[in-house]
């Protein structure tokens, strides 16, 4: 069969192939996956099968169920004091979805998208999907792995159109502070950027409070706030996510949303809403599990010979510097999983300058998080 020119070498990505080694085999303990262990709460299920009962199983607004939307403005209004309205939030499928439709919307050929990296790296294609050019800001383990306003304004062009940043980040699990994001947001303002700022870690930050980057001076009216329920209250599998931003912004990707999913499931939407009415204790709750599971590996790591952890900030992830160990990060991922049955992802996969790390997700129990850092000391030794 004959595809699109532009999608004919449409690949999976090497993450995916790590993954898939995983899996094959029972023995590998896999800290590969981006997901929170936990399942969904029950009371959140059962206010899905309610709101299906009591009829929600109908087409509902493309934007999302206005009492939802609400729920969300509320939520980053009481944690972290982001004033917003409901004709400022979509809905989505996912947090991914917002990234996509924003990109959608914004972007002519050739625009160029500034990814802050190390990045998630689904943005690199969601960028070529939707025809624009990644522009790569490279960042350092020296300044967290967050970018800083010098090293923004040196990769601006006139076709710079997009900055796409993350905190706390996927991979690193850095947190970026006020100060970096002021002197971002000048730089922003300067050349009439829009940001994409996804914060779907959010409630994952143990160094401060998390600061919504559309918080700082200037920056709601340029600014989209990409999050969701996947992270925060373990509802990976329901693919709620949403945005924030401009109304103007909202009102074409909701058109365009229209043609792509119109809408979302309105039964999850309105478990979406209890879950962020009802369950800030249980996301601090877990948020102090998945602290104590970062500091614990993170520890284990840094006795460990070539190996360098920075202390944890944020979300899930550690991404420590194995360059002391003699091994590409590719080569380190590939020969912990076949060599000591552990799964990590190689840093090159989000970005260039990720290379020499690798990225661990803490998403597994302690007792499993102890034998996989047994393996991984073992290893390490072996080398
Ligand atoms: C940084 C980042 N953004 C977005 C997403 C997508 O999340 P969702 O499940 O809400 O689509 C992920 C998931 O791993 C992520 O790590």
Known sequence: MKFAERFKDVKPSGMLKIFQAAEADPEVISL???????????????????????????????QGLPAVRQSVCDYWDRRYGLKSTPEEVQIMAGGIQSAYLALQALLNPGDEVITAEPCFGPYFDQIYQNQGKVVHLATTAEEGFMPSAESLERVITPKSRVLMICSPSNPTGRVMDRARMEGIAKVVEKHDLIALSDEIYDALVYKGNHIPFASIPGMKERTL?????????????????????????????????ANQTYGINVSAQMAAKYALDNHDHKTAERAKIFFERLSYCSDRLNAMKGIKCAPPEGAFYLFPDVTGTGLSSEDFAWRLIREAKVAVLPGGAFGECGEGYVRLACTRSMDDLVKAMDRVEEFAKGL
């Open 225 to 257: 706030t990409m999050g969701g329920l996947s992270k925060s209250h373990c509802m990976t599998g329901w693919r709620l996510g949403y945005a924030i931003g401009p109304a103007p912004l909202i009102r074409v990707m909701t058109l365009l949303g």
């Open 32 to 62: 590969g996956i981006g997901e929170p262990d936990f399942d969904t709460e029950p009371d959140i299920i059962d206010e899905a099968a309610r709101a299906a009962r009591a009829g929600f199983t109908h087409y509902g607004p493309v």
